[in-house]
């Protein structure tokens, strides 16, 4: 089981800072995957901003959504970031 997304905060260049009810943070750069399939509409910056905290993971209220084991590896692996 991995930790519940308890804040996030969209940053500069497609930077999301990440912080887990486990008191862990993170940051998860979305560029590389801007140019796929429904991620494309995260893509202009103000939709991007549009983030939010859903149930335990990330969403925008364009529909796209992360799957949250994917937000808690990707986060902590950049961590230094």
Not at 23 to 49: C, N, S, T, V
């Amino acid at each position: 089981m991995y930790p519940a997304v308890k804040e996030v905060i969209p940053g500069d260049d497609y930077i999301l800072s990440i912080v887990f009810d486990n008191g862990e943070q993170g940051y998860l750069d979305m560029k590389p995957i801007l140019d796929f399939g429904i991620f494309q509409r995260i893509k202009d910056y103000d939709a991007f901003r549009r983030v939010r905290v859903a149930f335990d993971t990330v969403e925008w209220d364009c529909g796209v959504d992360l799957d949250p084991e994917f937000v808690y590896k990707k986060s902590k692996a950049n961590n230094s970031a």
